[in-house]
């Protein structure tokens, strides 16, 4: 396992060959400072890149809209789905669907027992979304956002503190910040299989071509 980050590290996305990271630079009373890089795996270097670099990985080529009219539009989470829309999401559950432009096709609350959802990914007209306090990971239609699926939801659910989610082929990849645990689900009969664990919690998971990245507390990593 190499360290490709120290810890300061806060989210991550997938870019080409390479993935897009912010990390704290600083924190005052009221506001956090943040830089965004860009990692290449190919050579394995790590560069500063620009806000509308960052954003346009998150939002798409309408990025601008989305940079002037969100109040926060680092700590949602996002998914990319069919016919260029948008799917917003934040920790407090409140949600959105924009066409891709400027149109908000949907706005409502995805909150599950009280809580939102920590992580979010897109599976065709459909997102998975996790939701560590109560052990859950659901799957909302975004054409009607109707709950579709849901793993988990309680004690004896198979899931702890589900907190990243991601799609490979026809498997969920959720990983604990309880735990430290990455959990394979198949979707085909949901069997679900530990993939790694670790010592510490783990936020993202992530596979691009070979190589297996994580976030956790103390970074990133390539497995």
């Known amino acids: 396992m190499k360290k490709i980050y120290a810890?300061?590290?806060?989210?991550?996305?997938?870019?080409?060959k390479g993935f897009i990271f912010t990390a704290l630079q600083n924190k005052t009373e009221e506001n956090y400072v943040v830089s965004y890089k860009l990692h290449n795996l190919e050579d394995g270097t790590t560069?500063?890149?620009?806000?509308?670099?960052?954003?346009?990985?998150?939002?798409?080529?309408?990025?601008?809209?989305?940079?002037q009219h969100l109040d926060d539009y680092i700590?949602?989470?996002?998914?990319?789905?069919p016919?260029?829309?948008?799917?917003?999401a934040y920790p407090d559950g409140r949600a959105m669907i924009f066409n891709g432009k400027d149109k908000l096709r949907?706005?409502?609350?995805?909150?599950?027992k009280g809580f939102g959802p920590a992580d979010v990914v897109a599976d065709g007209n459909f997102v998975w979304c996790t939701y560590p306090e109560n052990n859950a990971v659901i799957k909302y239609n975004t054409n009607s956002m109707r709950q579709d699926f849901r793993i988990g939801g309680s004690a004896a659910g198979g899931l702890n503190e589900p907190?990243?989610?991601f799609l490979n082929d026809n498997k969920l990849i959720v990983t604990s910040s309880a735990t430290g645990e990455?959990?394979?689900?198949?979707?085909?009969?949901?069997?679900?299989?530990?993939?790694?664990?670790?010592?510490?919690?783990v936020y993202q998971y992530f596979k691009i071509d070979s190589?297996?990245?994580?976030?956790?507390?103390?970074?990133?990593?390539r497995l």
């Open 47 to 67: 560069n500063l890149i620009t806000r509308n670099v960052f954003l346009l990985n998150k939002f798409g080529n309408h990025f601008q809209f989305f940079e």
């Open 211 to 221: 190589n297996e990245i994580i976030l956790t507390e103390s970074g990133i990593y």
């Open 75 to 81: 700590n949602c989470k996002t998914a990319l789905l």
């Open 182 to 201: 990455v959990i394979g689900v198949d979707l085909e009969n949901f069997y679900i299989e530990q993939i790694a664990s670790f010592n510490e919690p």
């Open 83 to 88: 016919n260029m829309q948008v799917f917003i």
């Open 163 to 165: 907190h990243g989610i």
């Open 7 to 16: 810890k300061g590290a806060v989210s991550m996305m997938v870019s080409g």
């Open 106 to 112: 949907w706005e409502g609350n995805i909150k599950y």
